[in-house]
C-alpha cells in the first residue's frame, strides 16, 4: 500500500513539473494563454434617491 502512495506521489510531482513546464515554454510552442480583451460599458446610476 505504501509503494501504491510513493508511486502516486512521484507522478503528481511529475504532473506538478510538466504543467509549470508547458506554462514557460508553451508561448514559444504557439500556444496563447492571454485573455481575450473587449470593452465593456455599462451605465452607472449615481445619487439614485
Not at 502512495?5 to 508547458?22: D, E, M, P
Not at 494563454?33 to 439614485?48: D, I, K, M, Y
Amino acid at each position: 500500500m505504501g509503494r501504491l502512495f510513493k508511486y502516486l506521489f512521484i507522478l503528481l510531482v511529475l504532473a506538478s513539473i510538466a504543467l509549470i513546464g508547458y506554462a514557460y515554454v508553451g508561448p514559444f510552442l504557439g500556444a496563447d494563454f492571454s485573455p481575450s480583451q473587449q470593452e465593456v460599458r455599462e451605465p452607472v446610476t449615481l445619487n439614485a434617491d
